[in-house]
């Protein structure tokens, strides 16, 4: 049975509480106080992180989306996007909104929320960088990205173990795969060194060790295994597919 299949299907024994349980609970019209009564499964579980990765990208998203002050159109066709592209059944789909509109309250407890979802994923800095990655594509869904965006993603960032050079390195990398990928042409060879986070000038050798690097990083099976909801698969899918794209108009580019 599924994540989802054991949250929805009973069976429950161990109280997965704090903020992202109460938030779940309600997400998932599950009426409890402290948290939703999840089966029995201790932290670090593949299951209840996958749990906890769903939770905090949806209300996450609600929150960076509303962090110039308004949502945008663009923004809201993100998250409906990725939610499209997971394949969500009705009623995860249901949950998805409701955590997205949670995440817009003035009340959302974000802080707690990070801290807790770090505490979840215990040192699984592939899986943190996805959830990472996803938000940045969300805060440029409307092509604009102001400096209150930017201080969000930075709060974010920090608060999951990542510092400034390292979001910056991702938004430019996250930036140009989103190019390759919106493009009805051919995209530069600038953009395709930009989506592997590589200079120019890199020599082959280093070329091939980032490549693989960013393959094993978001290697679908891999990020499933530490947590990555199953249904987002396609979204680390799409990953590795800009990430070869671009090695591979490099390495034609250098011959």
């Known amino acids: 049975m599924s994540w989802w299949g054991k949250v929805i299907g009973g069976g429950f024994g161990f109280m997965f509480g704090g903020p992202l349980g109460a938030l779940a609970g309600m997400a998932m019209g599950h009426q409890f106080d402290k948290g939703l009564n ?36 663009s923004e809201i066709q993100m998250a409906q996007n990725i939610m499209e592209q997971m394949n969500l059944n009705p009623e995860q789909r249901k949950a998805a909104i409701e ?70 390195h991702l938004i430019s990398m996250v930036t140009a795969q989103q190019k390759s990928h919106s493009s009805t042409s051919k995209p530069s060879i600038g953009n395709a060194y930009a989506v592997l986070g590589v200079e120019k000038d890199i020599s082959d050798a280093d070329l091939k060790k980032a490549y693989r690097r960013l393959m094993s990083q978001h290697h679908p099976d891999k990020l499933v295994s530490k947590g990555l909801p199953e249904e987002m698969i396609k979204l680390a899918n799409e990953k590795t ?15």
Do not use: P
């Open 99 to 168: 955590l997205f509109n949670k995440g817009k309250q003035d009340d959302f407890e974000l802080d707690a929320i990070l801290h807790q979802f770090k505490q979840e994923c215990q040192r699984r800095t592939n899986l943190l960088q996805m959830f990472l990655e996803i938000l940045i594509a969300t805060a440029f869904a409307d092509n604009s990205f102001d400096k209150t965006e930017h201080a969000a993603l930075q709060h974010i960032a920090t608060s999951i173990g990542f510092n400034a050079q390292q979001l910056d």
């Open 241 to 255: 597919s800009e990430i070869k794209s671009a090695y591979e108009q490099i390495k034609t580019s250098r011959k």
């Open 38 to 73: 999840i089966t029995e499964l201790e932290s670090g579980n593949t299951e209840r992180i996958q749990l906890a990765f769903f939770t905090a990208t949806f209300s996450v998203m609600g929150y960076l989306a509303k962090a110039d002050g308004q949502v945008s159109k």
